[in-house]
T-cell receptor, first 108, second 113 residues
Framework: GIQVEQSPPDLILQEGANSTLRCNFS?????LQWFHQNPWGQLINLFY???GTKQNGRLSATTVATERYSLLYISSSQTTDSGVYFC??????????FGKGTRLSVIA | DTAVSQTPKYLVTQMGNDKSIKCEQN?????MYWYKQDSKKFLKIMFS???????INETVPNRFSPKSPDKAHLNLHINSLELGDSAVYFC????????????FGQGTRLTVV
């Protein structure tokens, strides 16, 4: 089945810093989503982005489907950005396959 | 108004018991899923239903049985609970099986003692 790899696995940032999270996938995808799992365990939808670029406030995402990767940019990070960021893909008839996540800690 | 809701949020039970987790979505979606998140935070698909029909059943012990009374509900029954079943279980839904955005419930933390 499709493989989804996220990097880095862990990231510590000073408040106000910028960061880029990467998601590589091993096959063509129908759909790609980024989620934030907050410290309370909720999975929050960030982006539905099978291709192209989207922005939402301080967050933006780019997916280059032909090269099988997606990037999540976080600018001017805040402590509330802490948590785990997941990339997940639909490929063919397979339901969302998740990467192992990037654990982000933003320090004041 | 919560789009995908699960109950209960927390469940603590003894080994050998039988328990159920309920899930409801009010998005009008045709496809619903159950995912398991283990202690290392890895999320893995367990079941997928489309219009009340099972379409995906990953390698899951047959002690786990999903039931979909209608396309807005997908419940998870677990028989003879084991310590290794302790995890967070997430319900999700999407308009169809693969090409549209999926939305997740808040999760049910199951602890087997």
């Amino acid at each position: 089945g499709i493989q989804v790899e996220q990097s880095p696995p862990d990231l510590i940032l000073q408040e106000g810093a910028n960061s880029t999270l990467r998601c590589n996938f091993s096959d063509s995808v129908n759909n790609l989503q980024w989620f934030h799992q907050n410290p309370w365990g909720q999975l929050i939808n960030l982006f539905y982005i099978p291709s192209g670029t989207k922005q939402n406030g301080r967050l933006s995402a780019t997916t280059v489907a032909t090269e099988r990767y997606s990037l999540l940019y976080i600018s001017s990070s805040q402590t509330t950005d802490s948590g785990v960021y997941f990339c997940a893909v639909f490929s063919g008839n397979t339901p969302l396959v998740f990467g192992k996540g990037t654990r982000l800690s933003v320090i004041a | 108004d919560t789009a995908v809701s699960q109950t209960p949020k927390y469940l603590v039970t003894q080994m050998g018991n039988d328990k159920s987790i309920k899930c409801e979505q009010n998005l009008g979606h045709d496809t619903m899923y159950w995912y398991k998140q283990d202690s290392k935070k890895f999320l893995k698909i367990m079941f997928s239903y489309n219009n009340k029909e099972l379409i995906i059943n990953e390698t899951v012990p047959n002690r786990f049985s999903p039931k979909s009374p209608d396309k807005a509900h997908l419940n998870l029954h677990i028989n003879s609970l084991e310590l290794g079943d302790s995890a967070v279980y997430f319900c999700a839904s999407s308009q169809d099986a693969g090409n549209t955005e999926a939305f997740f419930g808040q999760g049910t933390r199951l602890t087997v003692v």
